[in-house]
């Protein structure tokens, strides 16, 4: 398996400018996390779907931050408008439906806005 | 609600020295626990985790941890530290529901000096 797949590894984008980050998740995988993570907060889930339905975006932190899972192999996290402070790494990770599975994590994607 | 605390952000050893990151949870429920570890400009690639079936759980790469109830700790040790060691560490709580949402720590950040 070639694990949970992120693209792009490295964005660099104006303020303003929408920025869509993907995420291919783990062949099987029923569970599919977003998180952020910052040298000032660390890592913070964003948002989590359960057989490609949002269960819990409460960490989303505004409405300029949008995601969505179409299906089983594909979700993106959408930006728009992005904003400098959005900048950070952004993880995706997968998961089955077994309490001792634990996560396994894409590679991230590095954001910069300028 | 299940929570972590990862004391001390910044360890520094020697190579050749133990390795010693603390790692303390609570939790309502009978805990299953994980450490992650994270290499420079990589995701979090899972280390070992604690799933009741034994209480010393070893990972890879040497690294071992034990679960000890009455302190509510996991701490995370190797005997003896190797320079490609260096990276941050997570530990993790699984909130003990069917689909084992985690809840990581700050981090520990390990430096392996020669």
């Known amino acids: 398996d070639a694990g949970v797949i992120q693209s792009p590894r490295h964005e660099v984008t104006e303020m303003g400018q929408e920025v869509t980050l993907r995420c291919k998740p783990i062949s099987g995988h029923d569970y599919l996390f977003w998180y952020r993570q910052t040298m000032m907060r660390g890592l913070e889930l964003l948002i989590y779907f359960n057989n490609n339905v949002p269960i819990d975006d409460s960490g989303m932190p505004e409405d300029r931050f949008s995601a969505k899972m179409p299906n089983a192999s594909f979700s993106t996290l959408k930006i728009q408008p992005s904003e400098p402070r959005d900048s950070a790494v952004y993880f995706c990770?997968?998961?089955?439906?077994?309490?001792?599975?634990?996560?396994?994590f894409g590679s991230g994607t590095r954001l910069t806005v300028v | 609600a299940q929570s972590v605390t990862q004391l001390g952000s910044h360890v520094s050893v020697s190579e050749g020295a133990l390795v010693l990151l603390r790692c303390n949870y609570s939790?309502?429920?009978?805990?299953?626990l994980f450490w992650y570890v994270q290499y420079p400009n990589q995701g979090l690639q899972l280390l070992l985790k604690?799933?009741?079936?034994?209480?010393l759980v070893k990972g890879i790469n040497g690294f071992e941890a034990e679960f000890k109830k009455s302190e509510t700790s996991f701490h995370l040790t190797k005997p003896s530290a190797h320079m490609s060691d260096a990276a941050e560490y997570f530990c993790?709580?699984?909130?003990?529901?069917?689909?084992?949402?985690?809840?990581f720590g700050q981090g520990t950040i390990l430096t392996v000096h020669p």
């Open positions: 604690y799933t009741s079936a034994a209480t």
């Open positions: 993790a709580v699984s909130e003990g529901t069917s689909y084992g949402k985690l809840t």
């Open positions: 990770a997968s998961s089955l439906n077994r309490v001792n599975y634990g996560y396994t």
């Open positions: 939790s309502s429920v009978p805990p299953y």
